[in-house]
C-alpha cells in the first residue's frame, strides 16, 4: 500500500522561504512522476511541480518557475519542493502526488495522471 505523507507547511511571511517534504513508501518509485499540486479555497487543483524519480528531469507551473525547486533523495525515498519568494498567491493546501510510470507523452501537468495522494499540508503566506 502507498503511502505518502507531507510535512513543512506553515505560516511566512511573504518574501519568505518553506521546504515541503513528501515522504513515500509501500512501492519503489524508480522512473515514476512525483508531483506537487495545490488547491486554494474557491480553487481548482493546480499542478505546481513535478519529477521523474530515476532521471530527475523536472516540470514547473510558470506562476512558481524561478522561485520553486523539486528534487528528491533516494536514499530517504523523499520528494522536497524548496519554496522560495513566496507570495500570498501560492497559499493554498498543498499535496503530494505519486504517479506513474513515465513514459514519452506523459502529461505531468494533469492531476488524473497520478494515482496517490497525500494528506495536503496548509502554506499560507502573510502580506
Known amino acids: 500500500q502507498v503511502q505518502l505523507v507531507e510535512s513543512g507547511g506553515g505560516l511566512v511571511q511573504a518574501g519568505g522561504s518553506l521546504r515541503l517534504s513528501c515522504a513515500a513508501s509501500?512501492?519503489?518509485?524508480?522512473?515514476?512522476?512525483m508531483g506537487w499540486f495545490r488547491q486554494a479555497p474557491g480553487k481548482e487543483r493546480e499542478f505546481v511541480a513535478a519529477?521523474?524519480?530515476?532521471?530527475?528531469?523536472?516540470d514547473y507551473a510558470d506562476s512558481v518557475k524561478g522561485r520553486f525547486t523539486i528534487s528528491r533523495d533516494n536514499a530517504k525515498n523523499t520528494v522536497y519542493l524548496q519554496m522560495n519568494t513566496l507570495k500570498p498567491e501560492d497559499t493554498a493546501v498543498y499535496y503530494c502526488?505519486?504517479?506513474?510510470?513515465?513514459?514519452?507523452?506523459?502529461?505531468?501537468?494533469?492531476?488524473?495522471?497520478?494515482?496517490?495522494w497525500g494528506q495536503g499540508t496548509q502554506v499560507t503566506v502573510s502580506s
Open positions: 509501500g512501492r519503489t518509485f524508480n522512473n515514476y512522476a
Open positions: 502526488a505519486g504517479g506513474r510510470e513515465y513514459y514519452i507523452g506523459y502529461n505531468l501537468r494533469l492531476y488524473t495522471n497520478y494515482d496517490y
Open positions: 519529477i521523474i524519480w530515476s532521471g530527475g528531469s523536472t
